[in-house]
Nanobody, 125 residues
Framework: QVQLVESGGGSVQAGGSLRLSCAASGRTISSYTMAWFRQAPGKERDFVAAISWSGDSTYYADSVKGRFTISRDNAKNTVYLQMHSLKPEDTASYYC??????????????????WGQGTLVTVSS
């Protein structure tokens, strides 16, 4: 069973940058699709970015394209979300998720098998 722990959240001013990390334990995530979602207060959880097991394919929500980059280091069993040009509307709890299926199948289904507890990102204007 995979366990996921996010870190790197915090408070930043608009225009700033943060890098979130998602450390996996329990088993290797090298064959898993990994993704980031976020949930703002009072809103539904939204997809942010996903990456295939090899790292060759990445997927982004339109709202973060060109500003956020998802990457992974399978040797470290860790996934990252580099966030630049942050905006107040990026304020949310960010969740890491993992699923053993192909990313297209995962994103189409909207369901991922394993979730972390989240890390809070607050962007002030």
């Amino acid at each position: 069973q995979v366990q996921l722990v996010e870190s790197g959240g915090g408070s930043v001013q608009a225009g700033g940058s943060l890098r979130l990390s998602c450390a996996a334990s329990g088993r290797t995530i090298s064959s898993y699709t990994m993704a980031w979602f976020r949930q703002a207060p009072g809103k539904e959880r939204d997809f942010v970015a996903a990456i295939s097991w090899s790292g060759d394919s990445t997927y982004y929500a339109d709202s973060v394209k060109g500003r956020f980059t998802i990457s992974r280091d399978n040797a470290k069993n860790t996934v990252y979300l580099q966030m630049h040009s942050l905006k107040p509307e990026d304020t949310a709890s960010y969740y890491c998720a993992a699923d053993p299926r192909d990313p297209v199948v995962v994103l189409t289904s909207g369901y991922l098998e394993v979730w972390g507890q989240g890390t809070l990102v607050t962007v002030s204007s």
